[in-house]
């Protein structure tokens, strides 16, 4: 089947919302609602399809783009790619030029609408931020907690909570005051045995690749509404990850780390390589800051994760 090479925005508002349109009844998906965009056409590229699908769906000039996700997808009908860019900038008013309903909707209330198949991920890409701390081993409670506040303060919208070496008692404990803190201002993943969630349900559940291995098999172990996630370092991995349905995953190490010395690293070249047959948001982590960003979306990656180059001085 040949595949449609498809060019989308999620446009977002000065105000975080994000623009979707409602796909006509006559076309394909029709009735479902959309990411604004259309068909990359011969010798364009996807930059320039984008601003000009823009201009004919919505009436609107691109004046700020970058790659979010690329999402390959086969309906029984008809194959895609789904190259997704953000929009966080542009000049005109959004109207529905082909008569299309439009909805501004903020990214939490996304999953309530329907949209085809292919754009759960995409859904998953909106709603995630471009960092994603991990905290430092080795601290105390006191001292990470006042670490975790101190990076919310400065924007961190996702953390994941890492303690290997604690104890189930100690690390609950950590994870009551870390709710607490992240409440209404950033996303918690927990990370541990399946038996320390349920006293969570605000929080997600990031998987080792170990439990990735484990689980795998038996689809997702974790209700849809919470947020699950997995840690990759392979393309077999990325596929288990796949085949489970997480949400979101972790690729590395990127570079040398200090958590991991003496492990071979991916690099960038690898690491894009394997993003490239991948269709859900991932983080590259490993040895990588902030600095690191623009590279990490070249590569197709969601963003960084990172300790110790999100952790506050
Ligand atoms: N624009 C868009 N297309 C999507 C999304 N999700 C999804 O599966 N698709 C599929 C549906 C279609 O098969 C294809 C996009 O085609 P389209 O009908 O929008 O193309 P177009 O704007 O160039 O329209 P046309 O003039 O060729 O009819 O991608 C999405 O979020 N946005
Ligand atoms: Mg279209």
Request: charged share 20%; hydrophobic share 45%.
């Amino acid at each position: 089947m040949k595949c449609i090479h498809v060019a989308a925005a999620v446009i977002r508002s000065a105000d975080g919302r994000i623009l979707i349109a409602k796909r006509p009844l006559d076309k394909h998906q029709g009735g479902l609602w959309e990411f604004p965009g259309g068909k990359v056409e011969a010798g364009e590229s996807v930059e320039a399809a984008l601003a000009r699908e823009l201009v004919e769906e919505l009436g609107i000039r691109v004046t700020r783009a970058r790659p979010l996700i690329q999402v390959r997808h086969a309906y029984p009908d008809k194959q895609v790619l789904l190259d997704v860019w953000e929009v966080s900038a542009f000049e005109g008013e959004a109207h529905g030029a082909e008569g299309q309903p439009l909805a501004w909707v903020q990214a939490r209330d996304l999953p309530d609408y329907q949209f085809p198949a292919a754009n759960l991920p995409i859904i998953a890409a909106a709603r995630l931020p471009d960092r994603y701390l991990i905290t430092p081993e080795g601290l105390e409670p006191q001292v990470l907690l006042k670490g975790l506040k101190v990076a919310l303060d400065a924007g961190i919208r996702l953390v994941q909570l890492r303690a290997p070496a604690m104890f189930d008692a100690q690390y609950r404990d950590m994870a009551v005051d870390a709710v607490g803190l992240c409440a209404g201002r950033a996303q918690l993943m927990l990370k541990g045995p399946r038996e320390w969630l349920g006293d969570f349900p605000s929080a997600g559940w990031h998987l080792t690749a170990r439990q990735l291995r484990e689980y795998a098999g038996n689809g997702r172990p974790f209700p849809a509404q919470r947020w699950l996630a997995a840690s990759c370092h392979d393309a077999e991995e990325l596929q288990l990850a796949t085949l489970m349905g997480v949400d979101f995953v972790t690729l590395s190490p990127v570079q040398p780390t200090h958590s991991h010395p003496g492990t071979p690293v991916l690099g960038w070249a690898k690491s894009s390589t394997l993003l490239a047959g991948f269709n859900h948001p991932a983080y590259l982590l490993g040895g990588l800051g902030a600095d690191d960003l623009p590279p990490a979306l070249q590569a197709g990656a969601q963003g960084v994760a990172a300790i110790r180059g999100f952790w506050p001085d």
